[in-house]
Nanobody, 120 residues
């Protein structure tokens, strides 16, 4: 069993910053990719940012230059630093890990979601 626990969401004014964290625990041999997705009301879930096991990153065009993803492999944790937040960033943010379990299979795990609300 693998569990992901997110923290750091909340309410912030436009132009403000938030930092999301997501920590994994359980039967983990290794973690390949880590990422953050978000889902706004009435919209499909979308990838916000991802970081591979080698440290390469990818970002949605809408957040490039404002958001930074990072990972701490020793803590099985991924972070999302969000600066210059806009009302359109309002959504539920979910972390996603591709975990290598003790049977050496890759499995997808999701966090429970954390609400980010940006007021104008």
């Amino acid at each position: 069993q693998v569990h992901l626990v997110e923290s750091g969401g909340g309410l912030v004014e436009a132009g403000g910053s938030l930092r999301l964290s997501c920590a994994a625990s359980g039967s983990i041999v290794g973690i390949n990719s880590m990422g953050w997705h978000r889902q706004a009301p009435g919209k499909q879930r979308e990838l916000v940012a991802g970081v591979s096991s080698s440290g390469s990153t990818t970002y949605a065009d809408s957040v490039k230059g404002r958001f930074t993803i990072s990972r701490d492999n020793a803590k099985n944790t991924v972070y999302l630093q969000m600066n210059s937040l806009k009302p359109e960033d309002t959504a539920i943010y979910y972390c996603n890990f591709v975990v290598i379990t003790p049977d050496y299979r890759s499995r997808d795990y999701w966090g429970q979601g954390t609400q980010v609300t940006v007021s104008s």
